[in-house]
């Protein structure tokens, strides 16, 4: 092949379009017809639909948790609220809690991981396609079964389900019974699809891609599947024990009968908390690719973030008893898990900084999905200092279940995961679509929602720190609250209207965006060498990996045989990306 074949119009390398001109003509003969529209998208089992099938159902779950937060923040949002009893709020605390982690951030990032994976490491589809499907499918089943619980009585024991409190004795009703079959539907899905990401992955390679050479979204999607298969077992044991005690007469979690209800705990936090890394590490995997695009330089210290992606896993399934640290404990258990909590701050310390070190004197280029990206690390250090606070456990003592740790788990989860979920949104966009999103729709978005957002929850650190406690759905006038849930609320309000406006963006951008092209960003890695979106097999022609950035490798090898001087390509690329 010649590099001719390899050059894309006003004088650009695009190396997509080699494998776009060089498609064979296949004519199907004696073969059953596929089915077509909406029944193909049902029954496909290509990666890419399923992914895309994942972001679809997730973003809707999104929209629902988002519209139940907005009801909570109407009663919080003056003192002597009536507009909804507590039952209806504990409810929704339930609702929206479960929705947000069981529902979306786990399988958005799923989604991401179905769709890219394969492109990324050179892969024609996952190594086992019809389980691929089974898991989204398993997936969407355990939405439907929880939200049936609305036409009975939802559940209102939260999204933990402490026990006693979700005992048969004081909830009699479906809805705990529903977010059972939720967590068992959801994680039979989430444990499927992460035997099928470790098994493409150490796999399906392409030639030359070593474990040192695979990107490193790819890198937390793997950590994220390894952290799936040892904590679900965990949590599937206690829904499983918490069934029996409701309707078949055990009495695991029963004090009264020998059972103990700290047994909840301790399975829940340990599913919990490693589910915490599972929700960000691919997010850190995200920017860990836009942001060395956006710098045009080469992402620093990557064999420091892959590193310190598998020690915060290590770390997190080590830390779950400080979920606990108000339970009754010894003093040489609290004070193991409070240094095991320290610890972790090391690896993630080691990622905030070579993301810093990457855009350090890089050529920035200014777009939407560089915005979300970069917002991330500043957000989440702040979660991640008030998660330090709250590991000394004194400090614990006097926080714990107030609103501080609700404005702790948000910074964590809204301000990590999200807004990476976000930057992976704009980001990949082109690739799944072939056209690019608005860049300043994009934008406002972007700032909507980053100034909401820290309306929302900064202000709850103050409300926590001032004895406010979380889930209580009335507070007197006397409290001193009102001013932060004034706040708080319009804060929510204008982050719920950000959202919106990347939705509405993605419905224009569908119908009328710019036409992307096969590498709009001058991407690193080997989705950007397909046509966009790819062919049903992905590749006609697969390269062979040299380092962890192919697409620079191929852009230089085509420059050095035309004659050309290398980065002359790059910057002008850049520039038209808007």
Excluded: C
């Amino acid at each position: 092949m010649t590099t001719a074949e390899y050059r894309a119009q006003e004088g650009t390398v695009d190396p997509g379009r080699l494998a776009e001109r060089a498609r064979p003509q296949i004519v199907e003969r004696g073969l059953p017809r596929r089915p077509g529209g909406w029944l193909q998208w049902l029954t496909t089992t290509d990666h890419k639909k399923i992914g895309i099938l994942y972001l679809v159902a997730t973003f809707m779950f999104f929209v629902v948790g988002g519209v139940e937060a907005l009801m909570m923040r109407l009663q919080l949002g003056a003192a002597q609220n009536t507009i909804m009893d507590g039952t209806t709020y504990n409810g929704l605390v339930s609702l929206h809690g479960t929705t947000m982690i069981f529902l979306f951030v786990v399988p958005v990032l799923a989604g991401f991981g179905n769709y890219l994976v394969p492109l990324m490491i050179g892969a024609r589809d996952m190594a086992f396609p019809r389980l691929n499907a089974l898991s989204f499918w398993l997936f969407v089943f355990g939405g439907i079964v929880f939200y049936m619980s609305l036409f009975f009585t939802p559940p209102e024991a939260g999204w933990t389900s402490y026990t006693p409190l979700s005992d048969d004795a004081f909830l009699p009703s479906g809805g705990v019974d529903a977010w059972i079959f939720l967590v068992h539907l959801t994680g039979l899905s989430s444990l499927l699809g992460a035997i099928n990401f470790v098994a493409t992955i150490h796999n399906m390679r392409a030639k030359g891609m070593g474990l040192g050479r695979i990107p490193l979204f790819v890198w937390t999607i793997l950590v994220y599947s390894y952290l799936l298969i040892i904590a679900l077992p965990s949590i599937a044991a206690a829904a499983t024990m918490l069934l029996t005690d409701r309707h078949f007469g055990t009495a695991f979690f029963d004090p009264t009968a020998g059972g103990d209800p700290l047994l909840w705990q301790h399975l829940f936090w340990f599913f919990g908390h490693p589910e915490v890394y599972i929700m960000i590490l691919p997010a850190f995997g995200i920017i860990s690719e836009v942001l060395p695009v956006f710098a045009r330089k080469p992402i620093f210290g990557y064999k420091a973030i892959a590193g310190a992606t598998a020690a915060i896993a290590f770390y997190a399934l080590l830390v779950w008893a400080h979920h606990m640290f108000t339970t009754p404990t010894a003093t040489v258990v609290l004070a193991f898990f409070m240094l095991s909590s320290f610890v972790v701050a090391i690896p993630t310390g080691i990622k905030i900084f070579n993301w810093l070190a990457t855009l350090w004197r890089g050529t920035i280029v200014f777009r939407t999905p560089l915005y979300f990206a970069a917002a991330l690390p500043a957000l989440f250090v702040i979660g991640g200092i008030s998660g330090v606070q709250l590991a000394v456990f004194p400090v614990d003592w006097q926080l714990h279940d107030t609103y501080f740790v609700v404005a702790h788990l948000h910074y964590v989860l809204f301000g990590g995961s999200v807004f990476g979920i976000f930057a992976g949104l704009y980001y990949w966009f082109p690739k799944m679509t072939g056209r690019l999103l608005s860049e300043g729709i994009g934008k406002l978005s972007f700032w909507v929602m980053f100034v909401g957002f820290n309306l929302t929850f900064l202000v709850q650190h103050s409300a926590g720190l001032s004895g406010m406690p979380r889930r209580i759905y009335w507070y007197p006038e006397d409290a001193g609250w009102e001013a932060f849930n004034l706040i708080s609320t319009i804060g929510s309000f204008m982050l719920g209207i950000g959202v919106m406006i990347t939705l509405v963006n993605v419905g224009l951008s569908l119908r009328k965006g710019k036409r992307a092209g096969n590498d709009p960003w001058k991407g690193n890695t080997l989705e950007w060498f397909t046509q966009s979106p790819p062919p049903e097999n992905n590749f006609d022609v697969i390269p062979r990996v040299r380092s962890v950035e192919p697409m620079k490798d191929i852009r230089r090898e085509i420059l050095e045989r035309e004659g050309r001087p290398a980065g002359s390509v790059a910057q002008p690329m850049a520039s038209r990306a808007s």
